[in-house]
């Protein structure tokens, strides 16, 4: 059973335009979410994150948001480059204390110049 | 300040064969885990350590043993390998969000 799900495997977007990776869950005690971006042959590095109490946080070209009635996350990239070209995971905390996160099966955004 | 490192960075074995994935981080971090990424999968968590001296499974224990010998390090044995467990291993710790190491590709015949 997949807790973490993003149910789209790739998306292609032009150089400038806005990349919109989405990330559902289905459990409701979940209250602290993560962005992760992964290069091929490299380990998955931390993008930003979003704690249940906020329905938004911004870092630079990035913007997480967070609805929780609808179990449902987004990382929004704007403007998208081309070195933004990678997988990208979300992943799930019921407690971020305890820093044990359920990770989803990734998207791959491809960037066109 | 080398972060996370993993060894070997690729390994084949036959199977029935054992190995022992190493892992260290520099970070002073109290929690450190073990993660196989397959396609179409995701990153599924093996097993992890909250702190020095504890360990616990993860979603998919079977096949696996780990140690964490010290703060620093913590490994992951295979004791006899078997071509389900062909996977890319990722270490990471862990005083927030996780870091993870370039991970070791393992590939059992």
């Known amino acids: 059973d997949q807790q973490v799900k993003q149910n789209s495997p790739s998306l292609s977007v032009q150089e400038g335009r806005i990349s919109i990776l989405n990330c559902d869950y289905t459990?409701?005690?979940?209250?602290?979410f993560l962005w992760y971006k992964k290069y091929p042959a490299e380990g998955p590095t931390f993008l930003i994150s979003?704690?249940?109490?906020?329905d938004k946080n911004e870092d630079g070209r990035f913007t997480v948001f967070l609805n929780k009635s609808a179990k449902h996350l987004s990382l929004h990239i704007v403007p998208s480059q081309p070195g933004d070209s990678a997988v990208y995971f979300c992943?799930?905390?019921?407690?971020?204390?305890?820093?044990?996160?359920?990770f989803g099966t990734g998207t791959r955004l491809k960037v066109l110049a | 300040n080398a972060g996370v490192t993993q060894t070997p960075k690729f390994q084949v074995l036959k199977t029935g064969q054992s190995m022992t994935l190493q892992c260290a981080q520099d970070?002073?971090?109290?929690?450190m885990y073990w993660y196989r990424q397959d396609p179409g999968m995701g990153l599924r968590l093996i097993y992890y350590?909250?702190?020095?001296?504890?360990?616990d499974k993860g979603e998919v224990p079977n096949g696996y043993n780990v140690s964490r010998l010290n703060k620093r390090e913590f490994s992951l044995r295979l004791e006899s390998a078997a071509p389900s467990q062909t996977s890319v291993y990722f270490c990471?710790?862990?005083?927030?969000?996780?870091?993870f190491g370039p991970g070791t590709r393992l590939t059992v015949t």
């Open positions: 970070m002073n971090h109290n929690s």
């Open positions: 990471a710790s862990s005083e927030g969000e996780q870091y």
């Open positions: 459990n409701s005690m979940f209250d602290y």
């Open positions: 992943a799930a905390s019921v407690d971020a204390g305890t820093y044990k996160y359920i």
């Open positions: 979003i704690s249940s109490i906020k």
């Open positions: 350590s909250a702190s020095e001296g504890t360990t």
